[in-house]
């Protein structure tokens, strides 16, 4: 199994504005769950906030391997969902791992 973690810094420029992203951002990227071949687990969580350097929100992924992830990576709900996103996030970190 391969686990992909993306942690994302949102581009709001109040707790208010990020706080309303995050929402966004989750309603957007749960909605690959059941629809990507080989996508096993998906978990969203925004950050809730007690440290300002803190990234604003997670998304953990489980793969059944690493062309599952590379499927994900290419599916076009995938590439639409992340395209709808970019407007709102200014960083993004990824971990890909097995486990």
């Known amino acids: 199994m391969i686990q ?3 942690t994302f810094r949102l581009n709001g420029s109040s707790r ?3 706080d309303g ?3 966004l951002a989750k309603d957007v990227l749960e909605q690959l769950r059941g629809r990507v071949p080989g996508l096993t687990h998906l978990r969203v969580a925004a950050d809730f906030g007690t ?3 803190n990234w604003h929100l997670v998304l953990v992924t489980h793969h059944e391997s ?3 992830l590379d499927e ?3 599916h076009p709900l995938h590439v639409a969902v992340k395209s709808q996103l970019d ?4 960083e993004r970190a990824i971990v890909d791992s097995y486990f």
Do not use: D, F, L, M
């Not at 407007?87 to 200014?90: L, T, W």
């Open 21 to 23: 992203q995050a929402v």
């Open 16 to 18: 208010e504005q990020r």
């Open 87 to 90: 407007q709102h996030v200014s």
């Open 72 to 74: 994900y990576i290419r």
């Open 51 to 53: 440290t300002p350097t």
């Open 4 to 6: 992909h973690v993306v």
């Open 66 to 68: 690493t062309e599952a």
